[in-house]
């Protein structure tokens, strides 16, 4: 079996959240384990039966699917869409995207404990192909349309929304997936994964994380005991990264260059979406308005 839709990011933007709500649903069946990652580089050479070997256990679930963020990194994994298209043309989309400066911060925290992210934040995240790329959620979006996907096979919500509208989303989402939207997860309320990354793993619990055995182990240990297990297999990570945060000037920059990516944005959500309030003639009208009302109030 092959899945009917994909979770395809965006990375540090609730995709952990987003799993444990749908995985509740009496209708989906995910694969046991997130961040699958068949399509990018990590599994491909694994081949489409271990793939299909993922949903032997979906029995009669409307809707399958999986989990991984990895899957909207364009440039630094190509191909992605394409391998999906080629296997699965019809499954549809869900993308989860998040102000897109606060999932920057986010994503240079994660590296920076995690892997081997050493530059300070200023400098590493105008990084294009490693931050700010994934931080360009048209552009994203683009590589799976030019892969063939339609528009209409593609939900994209914000992060929050699922934080703040959490019911009216999982809703929409539901609806999207062709499933009961009634339902109503027990993890409602919940945020999943979000203190993780306070978190740095010792060293023999580093040396697994890198091999990606991880991935394995955490489709076969349920959620309580990989939450004990991290407390007893890591240390608390420095104040000072957890507080992280980027200079006035470095915001601007991300943000002039965010520019026409964000006007993009509206054609996949709608006309009035605020863009996070990051749009330049936005705030440039919103401060023309507040000027003319000024002068009005005075005349």
């Known amino acids: ?17 987003l799993y444990e709500h749908l995985r509740r649903h009496p209708d989906v069946f995910l694969a046991a384990h997130k961040e699958v990652h068949y399509f990018s580089e990590h599994n491909w ?30 440039p630094l994994f190509e191909h992605v869409p394409e391998r999906a298209a080629a296997l699965v043309p019809s499954t549809r989309l869900v ?16 590296d920076a404990t995690f892997w081997d992210e050493s530059q300070p934040i200023d ?12 931080s ?8 799976w349309r030019n892969a063939g996907y339609a528009d209409d096979q593609i939900l994209v ?25 009634s339902f109503r997860p027990p993890t409602v309320g919940e945020v999943f994964n979000g203190g993780a990354g306070l978190r740095r793993p010792r060293g023999r619990v580093e040396a697994l ?41 470095t915001e601007a920059t991300l943000r002039e260059l965010l520019q026409p990516d964000l006007r993009r ?12 309030g990051l749009l330049l003639e936005d705030a440039a009208t919103s401060s023309g308005q507040g000027l003319a009302q000024e002068v009005e109030l005075q005349q």
């Open 1 to 17: 079996m092959l899945p009917n839709f994909l979770v395809i990011g965006a990375h540090k933007a609730g995709t952990t959240t």
């Open 45 to 74: 050479q694994r081949g489409r039966q271990w793939y299909e070997s993922l949903f032997d256990d979906a029995g009669e679930a409307r809707a399958v699917g999986e989990a991984s963020p990895g899957y909207t990194c364009w």
């Open 95 to 110: 993308y989860i995207v998040r102000h897109p400066i606060e999932r920057l911060i986010s994503h240079y925290r994660h």
């Open 123 to 134: 400098d590493a995240v105008l990084d294009h192909r490693r931050y700010v790329s994934r």
């Open 136 to 143: 360009m959620y048209s552009l994203q979006i683009e590589q």
């Open 157 to 181: 919500i914000t992060t929050e929304d699922l934080r703040d509208q959490e019911a009216e989303t999982l809703a929409r989402i539901f609806r999207f997936l062709g499933v009961d939207d």
């Open 209 to 249: 994380r890198r091999s990606g055995l991880h991935r394995t182990v955490r489709g076969m240990v349920p959620a309580a005991a990989r939450q004990w297990l991290w407390r007893r297999m890591t240390v608390a990570v420095d104040p000072a990264l957890v507080n992280v945060t980027i200079r006035p000037e």
């Open 265 to 276: 944005l509206r054609s996949y959500l709608s006309e009035d979406f605020d863009c996070w």
